[in-house]
């Protein structure tokens, strides 16, 4: 029996890309019914950053669980792999970077099946960490031809659109103003940490793609109900944890302008893509779920046994307590 092994971040960088992650949520979310199911995220508080917790189950292959914490006293991200059959430990992963694949390929897996085929230019909104990996997604799904990029800095800013430009090959303009980011734009995708939208309706052209992938915390929005209300298909990766995370879903529902109903999980548009009018604005609302990580864990856990990758992780005798317990 294989034992269980440690990967880290290099490791994760070195077998997986961007067009793997994409492939591997394509068939998490086209997975039959039941064979897939989530246990949303749960915050626990501490000084400086929650800790974080989420699970998912891959039947009849793998589950596991994500945990992670971003804090001034250190940031941490890993994801717990095991075996569906076995039930036991596959593999610890360090999973920052796989957090960030996922996040990405979750808007390119919806862009695939929901944007325009004929889509030459693409906005982001945001800079971050994440920001590269939704270019890159959404790039490998689409004939990009142009990016613009908006952030609030405008090194930073200029800083990401050279290294986009430089990773992806794509022409790669910074905007200093949001609006004129988005306007015109085949695709939006929004990655960023605003309480407040920084995409509004009346910028998001006719027959245009919206990922809305930063937020996911109840009193976050990046765009407004506007844009909501006027999607002509709305979707999200998982319908109970956006009752409890999707702010830009959960407003317009408290106030009686949306009805839950309207929403298709991500799975359904996977399994059934929806047919699309020229005019149509299409929304995908990203909250990240473990599903996702599940299914990308596995595909490097997978990778690493065929590079001979990764750490042996060793069991240790159990302690042995008076009275028989152990």
């Not at 077998?15 to 979310?29: K, S, W």
């Not at 800083?159 to 430089?166: D, G, L």
């Not at 996977?270 to 599940?294: C, M, Y």
């Amino acid at each position: 029996m294989t034992p269980p092994i440690f990967l880290t971040e290099d490791d994760v960088r070195d077998l997986v890309t961007v067009r793997h992650a994409i492939e591997a949520l394509d068939g998490c979310f086209g997975a039959p019914d039941g064979d897939v199911a989530v246990l949303p995220r749960q915050r626990a508080p501490l000084p400086g950053g929650p800790f974080q917790v989420m699970a998912a189950t891959y039947a009849p292959r793998v589950f596991g669980l994500k945990a992670y914490s971003g804090a001034p006293q250190g940031t941490f991200y890993h994801v717990l792999l095991y075996s569906h059959a076995e039930r036991r430990l596959l593999a610890l992963i360090e999973a920052n970077l796989l957090s960030q694949l996922r996040t990405g390929a979750a808007s390119g897996l919806a862009t695939r099946h929901m944007a325009p085929a004929e889509a030459p230019v693409l906005a982001v909104i945001g800079t971050g960490k994440q920001a590269f990996w939704q270019a890159a997604a959404i790039a490998s799904v689409r004939d990009i031809a142009e990016i613009r990029v908006h952030g609030r800095d405008a090194d930073r800013r200029a800083t990401f659109a050279r290294a986009v430009e430089m990773q992806l090959g794509i022409p790669t303009q910074p905007v200093d103003d949001a609006r004129r980011c988005v306007e015109g734009a085949d695709i939006i995708a929004t990655i960023t940490k605003a309480r407040e939208p920084v995409c509004l309706s009346h910028w998001v052209k006719d027959g245009a793609h919206v990922n809305v992938a930063g937020s996911n915390a109840a009193d976050r929005r990046e765009v407004d109900g506007a844009l909501v209300t006027r999607a002509a298909l709305l979707a999200t990766d998982d319908l109970a944890q956006a009752r409890i995370e999707a702010a830009e879903f959960r407003d317009l529902a408290a106030a009686g302008l949306l009805d839950w109903g309207t929403v298709r999980p991500l799975s359904d548009i996977v399994r059934n893509p929806p047919s699309r009018a020229a005019g149509d604005v299409t929304l995908f609302k990203s909250l990240g779920v473990a599903s996702e990580d599940i299914a990308l864990a596995e595909v490097v856990y997978a990778r690493a046994l065929a590079a001979d990758r990764g750490r042996p992780i060793e069991s240790g005798r159990a302690a042995s307590f008076p009275g028989g317990m152990s």
